[in-house]
């Protein structure tokens, strides 16, 4: 029985001799305003005491990262592991600490010269503590475990030209209030296309995604908040506790094109433009309609790599108001921008910088709406990147 592990590992050997392993750690410092991502003021009688600093909660944070990939090829398939763990510690505000793990695994098998099947796997744990769960004001669902599988063929009929058929499950399971907990299963599939021009021409390639996504929300509400600590108090509680259940049945639509120019031997734009329909069965109150358009700027040489990106979107939610005295529609855009620079220092050792902003603007301003409330939110890192 000794022998065991031993003989494991000797059988292991040639088959990691043979394989690929990358491990990268980051180490970041910097500032992010708005952690929370809410309004600067709020038209409640409940929230009318809130000052500005109670609604906006700012502060320095340090990011700590580690990735792992491992990879392997035999004969005509290809298996890849990944994990990604980080930690953004705010040292003047420990309720903003977040955890977060992704675990990742893909497997590909080439079936001729032009298919290939692919199937991947992913895990995601993410876990701040949040504010007060009880607090209709503030809480936010900062935490959640999502599990995801999908499988599909990789199909090249030409040089140029690329087609994949894709489908998937997801489950998502969000952290629980006091109050409630929602969770969704998503069942969902994917076509997309590339055609790649010649490397002289100045626009090099087109591409169109499209995704139909079918999401049931479960929301299930307690209606005892308070669950008592004592145990011999327990057992009671458990025979006059209840909980009601809400199920959502959400369709969505989305179409995706995309076109990349090379501007020169460094310098590449990609223009997007995408549509998303949500259809909601049980409530039209919920169905809208988005427009979202995306330009990305990338410039890479021999040691630093810029990207840039920004993107607009103008949702159209015609039967949702902001309150039920008003009869003007809810205003819902997004402006997002975001700047990532990484200048190569030596072989292994990199410096890295990024920008992100996020402005969300609404005329959604009660306190008891918070999934459509204004915010705007910004961080800034500046760190290092070691690659072992």
Do not use: C
Request: charged letters at 25%; aromatic letters at 14%.
């Amino acid at each position: 029985m000794k022998q065991y592990p031993i003989l494991i590992i000797l059988y292991l050997l040639p088959f990691l001799a043979f394989s690929q392993l990358n491990i990268e750690t980051t180490l970041q410092g910097g500032y992010e305003y708005n952690i929370f991502k809410n309004p600067d003021s709020l038209n409640n009688a409940e929230a009318a005491a809130l000052e500005q600093s109670d609604l906006l909660q700012s502060a320095p944070l340090s990011n700590l990262g580690l990735a792992i990939d491992w990879k392997k090829k035999w004969n005509s398939h290809q298996l890849r592991l990944g994990s990604d763990a980080s930690a953004q510690l705010f040292p003047s505000l420990g309720i903003a600490n977040l955890w977060q793990v992704d675990l990742n695994q893909a497997y590909t098998y080439s079936m001729s010269k032009k298919i290939k099947f692919y199937q991947k796997a992913s895990f995601r744990s993410k876990n701040r503590q949040g504010t007060d769960a009880a607090s209709d004001v503030f809480f936010i669902a900062n935490s959640y475990h999502q599990v995801e599988l999908s499988a599909g063929l990789d199909w090249k009929p030409t040089k140029p030209f690329r087609i994949k058929l894709e489908g998937g499950k997801r489950l998502k399971n969000y952290q629980a209030s006091e109050t409630s907990a929602l969770w969704y299963n998503e069942t969902n599939a994917k076509l997309y296309t590339r055609y790649k021009f010649k490397k002289e021409a100045t626009l090099q390639q087109i591409e169109f995604i499209g995704r139909w996504r079918n999401r049931l929300y479960t929301r299930e509400r307690f209606e005892e908040p308070n669950i008592p600590i004592i145990e011999e108090e327990l057992e009671e509680w458990e025979e006059d506790f209840d909980s009601s259940f809400e199920e959502y049945d959400m369709t969505y639509l989305i179409g995706n094109l995309a076109f990349k120019f090379q501007l020169n031997d460094q310098l590449s734009l990609k223009p997007a433009i995408e549509y998303t329909f949500r259809k909601s069965n049980e409530n039209e109150r919920l169905d809208y309609t988005q427009i979202h358009p995306i330009i990305g700027l990338n410039f890479k040489n021999d040691k630093t790599q810029i990207k840039w990106n920004t993107s607009y979107s103008f949702r159209t939610n015609p039967y949702l108001f902001p309150t039920s005295e008003t009869e003007d529609a809810l205003v819902y855009q997004y402006w997002r921008n975001s700047l990532e620079v990484e200048h190569q220092l030596t072989k292994k050792l990199a410096f890295i910088a990024s920008i992100n902003h996020i402005l969300r603007l609404s005329n959604f301003d009660e306190a008891s709406t918070r999934a459509y409330r204004p915010y705007d939110y910004t961080r800034i890192l500046v760190g290092i990147k070691y690659q072992f």
